[in-house]
């Protein structure tokens, strides 16, 4: 399920609004304000992700600037800054060579690491393609997500929620 707004487990109405104004970000710096494309670009996920993993979205995408030197998004051109998509849970870690932490936290499949998971090699090209930048993807365990949120406090936004027992979640809106 495309989640548009909600992130399981929370509840708080200021941090709902928090993914909405993300979602706004997201869809205004990399897709240029054009709603039908990020639609499209979550409907590739939704078809490449399997049930009980989530899909979220990280990096200067999400706070409109680079972490280590605060230049604003896409500082260098359009299409320069990339996209850090991450799947959260499930076996996904399994479809990668190149980790991290061996297991629990895969390397992105990125131009740095273009054989990290040949798996996902694919639905990458596609990604970039529709996103007109790169897409880098990466995989990690619900262990390592909750410490870069609750205790890192790294923000954000969760595109896609595919429940285990794959019925739609009906705090989510596609």
Request: aromatic share 6%.
């Amino acid at each position: 399920m495309i989640a548009d707004d909600a992130q399981p487990g929370r509840t708080d109405t200021a941090e709902v609004g928090d993914q909405r104004v993300i979602r706004d970000r997201v869809v205004r710096l990399v897709f240029g304000g054009d709603e039908a494309r990020f639609d499209e670009f979550l409907r590739t996920l939704e078809d490449a992700t399997p049930a009980g993993v989530q899909v979220i979205l990280r990096g200067s995408a999400v706070t409109g600037h680079k972490f280590k030197t605060d230049e604003p998004f896409d500082a260098d051109g359009p299409g320069t800054s990339d996209m850090d998509v991450t799947f959260v849970g499930g076996d996904m870690v399994s479809l990668f060579r190149e980790f991290h932490i061996p297991g629990v936290h895969s390397v992105p499949l990125s131009e740095a690491h273009p054989f990290a998971s040949p798996t996902l090699g694919p639905l990458r090209k596609r990604l970039c393609e529709m996103a007109g930048r790169p897409v880098n993807l990466q995989a990690t365990t619900s262990l390592v997500q909750f410490l870069r949120d609750v205790v890192m406090g790294q923000p954000y936004l969760v595109l896609l929620e595919t429940p285990e027992d794959g019925k739609p979640d009906e705090s989510s809106a596609s």
